[in-house]
């Protein structure tokens, strides 16, 4: 198990796997792409396990909306938002994207099968340190028109642990920090089949939508403790 300062990572990283050693490493399990890479080469070649302390994919709460998605229960997917906000504990050796978005990253890969996103980007400020951002957002596209944003900061009045996942039939939100951790929203809108409406294709009607608002539904999700 190595939990130690994000930059030491790759190096002992490595040294355990020469050594001959499985490797646990917390998140992120490097700083960039290249020692992710290297990391990956080092293990398949040596035989051995390297994994990321991506905890929050053994969580019953994420495990839970992974099956509503499996299920079509929220119907087609269209995008996913989070928020992890607080007001600390600030680092220098790691901005706030690196520190805190890992956990939302690996919660929306798990939640969609792990695809390649089609395009990622960030933008962030450094407020109190220079050149360490203390608020990012991040948005990334996947295939089929998915979108995720993630929101992360250190500098925020409130502590939120929040996802929320919109689909075409419900929407369900993971609440961390609350009581009831998932909460199922039947709700949506709906293009309206008008009855005895010709349609024009040189000059289209323009489209009505129905309102949908159903029940919110606070299912008993048993947590457990994903490191137990």
């Given at each position: 198990m190595i939990a130690t300062p994000a930059a030491t990572h790759f190096e002992l990283a490595m040294q355990c796997l020469e050594a001959g050693k499985h490797i646990m490493v917390e998140k992120p399990l490097a700083t960039s792409v290249?020692?992710?890479?290297?990391?990956?080469?080092?293990a398949k070649k040596a035989g051995r396990v390297a994994m990321a302390g991506h905890t929050f994919i053994y969580n019953d709460a994420v495990r839970f909306l992974k099956k509503l998605i499996d299920n079509g229960e929220l119907g087609e997917l269209r995008y996913i938002y989070s928020q992890r906000l607080n007001l600390g504990r600030i680092r220098s050796d790691v901005d706030a994207l690196w520190n805190l978005a890992?956990?939302?990253?690996?919660?929306?890969?798990?939640?969609?099968?792990?695809?390649?996103?089609?395009?990622?980007?960030?933008?962030?400020?450094?407020?109190?340190?220079?050149?360490i951002d203390d608020v990012v957002f991040m948005h990334l596209v996947y295939p089929n028109k998915v979108m995720?944003?993630?929101?992360?900061?250190?500098?925020?009045?409130h502590k939120v642990?929040?996802?929320?996942?919109?689909?075409?039939?419900?929407?369900?939100?993971?609440?961390?920090?609350?009581?009831?951790?998932?909460?199922?929203y039947d709700k949506g809108i709906e293009p309206k089949a008008v009855l005895g409406q010709r349609m024009?294709?040189?000059?289209?009607?323009?489209?009505?939508?129905?309102?949908?608002?159903?029940?919110?539904l606070l299912p008993r999700v048993d947590f457990r403790n994903a490191q137990g």
């Open positions: 290249a020692e992710v890479d290297a990391i990956a080469g080092a890992p956990h939302d990253v690996s919660i929306i890969q798990y939640l969609l099968g792990d695809p390649q996103p089609v395009s990622v980007a960030r933008q962030g400020m450094d407020y109190i340190q220079k050149g995720a944003h993630i929101h992360v900061s250190w500098l925020d009045p642990r929040q996802m929320t996942i919109v689909g075409s039939k419900k929407m369900a939100v993971y609440d961390d920090v609350a009581d009831a951790k998932i909460a199922i024009d294709y040189d000059q289209p009607q323009p489209l009505q939508f129905m309102h949908r608002s159903g029940d919110i």
